[in-house]
């Protein structure tokens, strides 16, 4: 969604900030623009599209200056267009704002201010701020932000300079997250540390009601209430070179190959092989009442939602505890009635999610006990979780999910087998299931090295304009991810289902031109599964099947197959989901989409 940079220091602005941009391109954007400084000078520059039709208008433009705020905007409150693009301004063209974010009475804040005769020259919500903080000037652009903060209800991560107030940035937060990065060239504020990572990796979060005044050499932060607060920098593990290609053509393919690292990464110092226990010291604040826990809540979107689906039924294998799956999105609308010791898990990749943040701020206020399960270290989610546990899978740039899926899965199941030990889980079972683990990015590894043979498999078959996904148990998500992926990155039309439902409706459906991804790995649901394949068969349904290592039983039956090696039944979903990331992927290739930047779609979607 919308991406925030902004720099004030001892270099050429522009530059800088157009790098930060591009940083943030994963974020998905329809617009961009950018301001900078120069004395009393405010030159600006914004563009429809993608940030090298900015950089294209900029060519040759003289922009001089040493601080400047940039933005890439994904359309809320009126269309992609050059006037709807960000900065916005005021009518003397005196404050020039960058927003993520959403003022919720704007409309009401709007029509105030056109009484007063303020003519608006954008359909957005960011205008009113502009016109509000150059009301409330009076030579301290601190005060005036503040006393906006105190008029304006939503959501904001702002970025603001004064004409009359050169070598000040002011920034101020509320639910959309801000960073300041000290660095030798000077300070930066972005809304992601992606797009200062190449400068520094020393930050300091803002949290939500404060703002700051930054200046080359300074920054000062204080309250709504301006108060004034002290805090250190954090160094985040963050390197710029994880936010580079490395010779893949996309993002998405780089990070499918990545998971046998991510994995290891997610299990390294947290196991206790000869205990058959994992160690896991994020969640220590909270463990004498987590070990008590006998139900529990995992709440997510998308993607996250759906490792939550696969946790659920791990957390019914290994422990004792009661497990639900909550939408994010509509949790919080429920009539939330807990029992004694809930405890509720946020996942997300991002950490910013406004809809799983909104689903466990009502989980608090019912009495639930939190725990996220998070990718960005210094998130919103980890910051407002009682205790946690990081992915450590690294910068995320394909706006589709992969490596954060198998992360997510991975952690879900640590957390499962810590307090399955404490419960009714053997020692015996807890070693087998870590040595499993630790086998895990091998067998990874050996589902990558068919990645050939799936694309054949694409090549088959993505001109077919509708897809059905089906599995069983742990590996019914799976399905309903594989359905996500594909539709996210090829815009095929998939569904994903539970094999057993497809006979309640989906089987109308069935045709030659529909191909049907048979999730089957040797587990309990074989029989099942082969009954299901047979009804597509009969209806003359193509069907590719992703199948455990030598079944030839299988083979005889399904049009093309794709074997992933044996592990235990929980552990399949691990496996299982990467052919069908590379189905999305390389019909996405074929079809030749943006399949790191999907159309519509963003990376981190912070608002509800
Ligand atoms: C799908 C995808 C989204 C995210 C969802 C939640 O590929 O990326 O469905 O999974 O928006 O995001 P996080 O995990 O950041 O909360």
């Not at 040493?66 to 900065?87: C, L, V």
């Not at 009475?105 to 105030?112: A, E, G, I, M, V």
């Amino acid at each position: 969604m919308c991406g925030i940079v902004c720099y004030v220091g001892n270099k050429d602005a522009k530059p800088i900030l157009l790098e930060g941009l591009k940083r943030l391109e994963y974020r998905g954007y329809d617009s961009a623009g950018l301001a900078v400084q120069d004395g009393e000078k405010i030159r600006w520059s914004r563009a429809v599209g993608k940030i090298v039709e900015l950089e294209s208008k900029l060519n040759g433009v003289e922009m001089k200056g040493t601080i400047g705020i940039a933005h890439t905007r994904w359309a809320t409150h009126g269309e992609p267009s050059e006037e709807n693009a960000h900065p916005q301004r005021d009518r003397d063209e005196n404050v020039f704002v960058i927003h993520n974010g959403i003022i919720e009475n704007y409309h009401t804040l709007r029509k105030k201010l056109e009484r007063e005769g303020i003519s608006f020259r954008s359909e957005t919500d960011t205008e009113v701020l502009a016109h509000l903080i150059a009301l409330n000037f009076t030579g301290d652009l601190s005060d005036a932000v503040r006393k906006t903060m105190s008029q304006v209800e939503g959501t904001f991560g702002i970025g603001v300079i004064h004409r009359f107030t050169p070598g000040e940035i002011v920034v101020a937060r509320r639910g959309s997250p801000l960073i300041i990065g000290v660095s030798d060239e000077g300070h930066f504020v972005a809304s992601d540390v992606a797009a200062m990572a190449r400068y520094t990796n020393k930050v300091v979060h803002l949290e939500d009601n404060e703002l700051a005044s930054v200046t080359v050499d300074d920054f000062s932060i204080s309250t709504a209430q301006a108060k004034h607060i002290v805090r250190s920098t954090e160094t985040v593990e963050w390197r710029a070179q994880d936010a580079e290609l490395n010779g893949f053509p996309h993002f998405m393919l780089k990070e499918i190959y990545e998971q046998p690292m991510t994995v290891k990464n997610a299990i390294r110092g947290r196991l206790e092989p000869g205990e058959g226990v994992p160690k896991l010291g994020g969640i220590m604040p909270v463990w004498d009442k987590l070990k008590e826990c006998r139900h529990m809540v995992l709440v997510a979107c998308g993607t996250s939602h759906y490792a939550a689906c696969v946790g659920k039924y791990i957390f019914e294998k290994l422990t004792e505890i009661d497990t639900e799956v909550g939408l994010a999105s509509e949790f919080r609308y429920r009539k939330l009635n807990f029992p004694p010791n809930t405890f509720v898990i946020a996942i997300s990749q991002s950490g910013e999610t406004a809809d799983t943040l909104a689903a466990i701020r009502e989980a608090k206020r019912k009495g639930a006990s939190l725990l996220g399960i998070v990718n960005v270290v210094g998130s919103s989610i980890s910051r407002e979780t009682d205790a946690g546990i990081y992915n450590h899978a690294g910068p995320e740039i394909g706006v589709a999910s992969t490596k954060n899926f198998t992360s997510q899965l991975t952690i879900l199941t640590l957390l499962a087998l810590l307090l399955g030990r404490h419960q009714s889980l053997s020692l015996t079972e807890g070693i087998q299931a870590i040595r499993a683990l630790e086998s895990l990015p091998d067998l990874m590894q050996r589902v990558l090295s068919q990645a050939n043979h799936i694309e054949a498999i694409s090549e088959k078959y993505y001109r077919c304009r509708n897809w059905l996904f089906l599995g069983r148990k742990y590996n019914y998500p799976i399905a309903m991810e594989g359905a996500l992926k594909l539709k996210e990155v090829s815009y095929i039309h998939a569904e994903g289902y539970a094999a057993g439902e497809m006979k309640h409706g989906p089987i109308a459906l069935i045709n030659p031109e529909m191909p049907t991804v048979a999730i089957i790995p040797k587990d309990e649901m074989y029989e099942k599964m082969t009954s299901n394949i047979h009804e597509v068969k009969s209806r003359k349904g193509p069907v590719i099947a992703i199948a455990t290592e030598g079944d030839d039983r299988i083979r005889d039956v399904v049009d093309d197959l794709i074997e992933v090696p044996a592990t235990l039944d929980f552990l399949n979903p691990l496996l299982t989901v990467i052919p069908c990331q590379l189905l999305a992927y390389y019909c996405a290739k074929f079809l030749d989409r943006d399949i790191d930047k999907p159309r519509n779609l963003a990376k981190s979607v912070t608002v509800e």
